[in-house]
């Protein structure tokens, strides 16, 4: 658990931005006080105020407009644009940015373009078994975004327990993606691997996703 924290703990320093929404986010939504997010994600809490007080650098400004016209474009649309006709429209608004900008931003907004006319079933499966075994064991990877591995750890932290769930890369050991709770739950999980999603552009595809195959992962 220490090296899972300390791991987060070297990405929040290397990405600022997304350590303070995550300790923020926590506050807001589950009245978890700062200190605690922070000890738990293994950064000081004047690390993090000195982080969320500063004003906002022009790069950061310019990715704030581009997220909400993002939204704009794909709310417009009735939730049916993925990221290239999303990418065809900012074009067309005069934006200068690459298909796998928009792809990675929609990511960590949680935009997935759904298709039109799709079938309804009209059967409701039973309890979902639990998924094959792809990696047989075997925790290592011949080459990068091959096979990924989730966990979910428990955080005592003195004032009630918090949810740590994270996606790792099994080739180079990188943490992709977190996400922290007071919960255990689906939505933690889906916040984890968005993040690790929009870490590798939003195309996830031919991924490998190991987990011990929790009742978190295999909820919809």
């Known amino acids: 658990m220490q090296a899972i924290r300390g791991l987060v703990g070297e990405v929040a320093e290397a990405d600022p931005a997304v350590a303070v929404g995550v300790i923020s986010s926590c506050k807001a939504e589950q009245k978890i006080p700062y200190r605690t997010a922070c000890r738990a994600l293994g950064v000081s809490e004047s ?6 007080d500063r004003p906002p650098t022009a790069r950061e400004v310019r990715r704030q407009r581009l997220a909400e016209e993002i939204e704009e474009i794909f709310h417009g649309s009735g939730g049916t644009y993925g990221s290239p006709k999303v990418f065809i429209q900012l074009v067309r608004r005069g934006w200068r940015v690459s298909v796998n900008t928009v792809a990675k931003v929609m990511a960590e907004l949680g935009l997935t373009g759904r298709k039109m006319h799709r079938r309804r079933s009209l059967t409701r499966p039973g309890k979902r078994p639990a998924a094959v075994d792809l990696v047989r064991r075997d925790f290592t990877a011949e ?10 750890t428990e955080i005592e932290t003195g004032e009630g327990k918090l949810y740590l769930a994270t996606v790792i890369d099994l080739f180079s050991r990188r943490l992709l993606g977190y996400a922290m709770a007071a919960r ?18 939003g195309d996830v595809r031919g991924v490998i996703m190991h ?10």
Do not use: I, Q
């Open 143 to 152: 080459e990068p975004d091959l096979v990924w591995a989730g966990d979910l």
């Open 211 to 220: 987990t011990d195959r929790g009742s978190e992962y295999r909820s919809r």
């Open 184 to 201: 255990h739950d689906a939505d933690l999980v889906v916040a984890s691997l968005n993040m690790a999603a929009a870490t590798r552009g």
């Open 47 to 52: 690390w993090f105020y000195k982080w969320r």
